[in-house]
């Protein structure tokens, strides 16, 4: 990360930001810069490698033939070569890169059959089990120009009745509880499992299908100290792509449960799978436009990503905090004056809806952002008893602070059965309202808001 020097020319906006936001402010826009240069290099570098990254790393055989997956392909002669070397723009010639080295750049992206892995990637997003029983239904049923994949061979593990029947039969089973408000909680549980144990088996299918093809130019690529193989890169896009766009469905799912309309979760289901049959087709028909819609589709996940997961972490906390303390009773007894909290409204460095930890250290609260890669550390200078205001689903929590006013944060339902204690620790104070206002089931659709 490039510190902000003070010259003079920049001093007078330097003084003028500290001013305006903070001190500690400036250090979290800092950071956040770092972050989003990170996530660009991480994104430039997956387009990178869907365009055939690597591949003049490819190893050129001596033999004067290139091997690939499907077909055989020849070097050109040496006039031929010649005269290929003559067709490229002269700012685009380099002494030692010539015919030779693109005939074996081009076997190799072939060899990696980038489409036929990554064109079904949104559809298996949208709906993991019954994505893979259609693909499994045309690998067994399919014309003989469908099967031509790496992904469809009739020696591949999907070209077999009992795998057919399994997802199937789990294609249902997560399915119908998802038509129900009723049942959808469980259903919303299980599709974490689904999209997770979906992503080891497409793996597993990738390296099966490695094992079995025929021997390839094995391309290396180099990240700094750390090396890959293509395949490997690929396989890692595979997983990003899948966890992006499962994410951002799911999260509209649990839209859909919030909204108090019975037939819109089956009518949600039912639409998805129509989108992803209709993908599957797509696919079915041509690898390479499906491949193009699955990175449109991918694009647009990526850009609400960060947005979304944060409401997910959310979601996921609040509603499944109070059941984890009913099944596990250690997790439900506070041990000290600390409680994850989610800021109600964007105050910075408080985003909206993101995860923080606040905790007592001797007479000041101090608030440190969860995440992998962490962040710093706020002081809280609290200038009045933090409230508690009982909720249906969450809890809210008041603080005074001198640094940034008054400060709104959600907190889960996990200390609900040693109440007096946590707030003892914590020395909060519950919030006197009157019973009928506190029991108002209308103000629960409010505490996500």
């Known amino acids: ?17 500290e001013h305006r936001w903070g001190k500690g402010s400036m250090e979290s826009l800092r950071f956040r810069f770092a972050r989003l240069r990170i996530a660009l290099s991480i994104i430039a570098l997956l387009i990178w490698f869907a365009v055939g990254a690597g591949a003049q790393n490819a190893e050129t055989p001596a033999s004067g033939e290139l091997t690939g997956n499907r077909s055989t392909k020849a070097i050109p002669d040496e006039q031929a070569a010649s005269e290929m070397d003559a067709s490229i723009p002269a700012p685009l010639r380099r002494d030692d890169f010539g015919a030779s080295e693109i005939a074996s750049a081009n076997t190799f992206v072939e060899s990696l059959h980038l489409a036929d892995w990554l064109g079904p990637l949104a559809p298996i997003a949208l709906s993991p ?115 992006v766009i499962n994410s951002v469905k799911f999260f509209f799912e649990v839209l859909i449960w919030l909204t108090p309309v019975p037939a819109i979760d089956a009518l949600f289901e039912i639409g998805n799978k129509t989108i992803c049959a209709a993908l599957l087709a797509l696919y079915a028909m041509s690898p390479t436009i499906a491949t193009l819609v699955n990175l449109g589709i991918l694009f647009a996940a990526l850009l609400v990503f960060r947005w979304v997961s944060r409401r997910l972490t959310f979601y996921r906390t609040m509603f499944f905090d109070p059941l984890l303390s009913m099944v596990w009773k250690s997790y439900g007894r506070p041990h000290a004056a600390s409680l994850v909290a989610f800021p109600k409204a964007s105050r910075d460095p408080f985003v909206a809806k993101s995860r923080w930890r606040l905790a007592k250290d001797q007479e000041r609260w101090v608030a440190s952002p969860w995440g992998l890669l962490g962040g710093q550390d706020y002081p809280l200078d609290v200038v009045s008893t933090p409230e508690i205001r009982r909720g249906w689903i969450a ?55």
């Open 1 to 17: 990360m490039i510190p902000l020097v003070e010259t003079p020319e920049n001093s007078l906006v330097v003084q003028t930001a």
């Open 395 to 449: 809890h809210t929590l008041w603080m005074e602070t001198a640094e940034y006013g008054p400060l709104e944060f959600h907190v889960s339902r996990r200390y609900d059965g040693a109440l007096q204690r946590w707030m003892e620790l914590c020395e909060f104070r519950m919030c006197e309202a009157e019973e009928s206002q506190s029991r108002d089931v209308t103000q629960a659709r409010t505490e996500f808001g």
């Open 129 to 243: 089990f019954f994505g893979l029983t259609v693909l499994s239904g045309l690998a067994l049923w399919g014309p003989a120009w469908v099967t031509d994949n790496a992904l469809l061979s009739n020696a591949g593990p999907l070209h077999h009745e009992s795998v057919f029947v399994v997802f199937l039969i789990l294609t249902v089973l997560t399915s119908i509880p998802r038509l129900s408000k009723v049942s959808k909680p469980f259903a919303q549980a299980m599709d974490q499992v689904e999209a997770y144990s979906v992503i080891i088996i497409l793996l597993v299918i990738k390296i099966l299908a490695s094992v079995d093809a025929e021997p390839a130019p094995v391309a290396v690529v180099q990240l700094g100290v750390l090396s890959f193989t293509a395949q490997t890169l690929l396989m890692i896009a595979m997983v990003i792509n899948l966890i």
